[in-house]
Nanobody, 126 residues
Framework: QVQLVESGGGLVQAGGSLRLSCAAS????????MGWFRQAPGKEREFVAA????????VYADSVKGRFTISRDNAKNTVYLQMNSLQPEDTAVYYCAAEPLGSWAISRVAHEYDYWGQGTQVTVSS
């Protein structure tokens, strides 16, 4: 079982930056592929970024590529999402998620992630 708690959301002006953190409980963090998703009001949850178990491979949605960076610190059981050049369309609730143990593929699909945090709100004003 993995429990995830996100933090770092808030209100920022367009062009600004935020860093989200996701703290994971349990001793298996380094065995989980981790991802970030977001959901804006009235829209479906969408993939943002994901990172392999050891952090050597990352995948990004085209909409955030070059602006967002996902990273992880397995010693601290934490995954991060550095968000730069934020735009109003980035406004959403951001969720941290973990793939099940034994999964090696970095997925962009929400239903392939077994564990989810409660979400943190990111609001970008124009």
């Amino acid at each position: 079982q993995v429990q995830l708690v996100e933090s770092g959301g808030g209100l920022v002006q367009a062009g600004g930056s935020l860093r989200l953190s996701c703290a994971a409980s349990g001793r298996t963090f380094s065995s989980n592929v981790m991802g970030w998703f977001r959901q804006a009001p009235g829209k479906e949850r969408e993939f943002v970024a994901a990172i392999s178990k050891r952090g050597g491979n990352t995948v990004y949605a085209d909409s955030v590529k070059g602006r967002f960076t996902i990273s992880r610190d397995n010693a601290k059981n934490t995954v991060y999402l550095q968000m730069n050049s934020l735009q109003p369309e980035d406004t959403a609730v951001y969720y941290c998620a973990a793939e099940p143990l034994g999964s090696w593929a970095i997925s962009r699909v929400a239903h392939e992630y077994d564990y989810w945090g409660q979400g943190t709100q990111v609001t970008v004003s124009s």
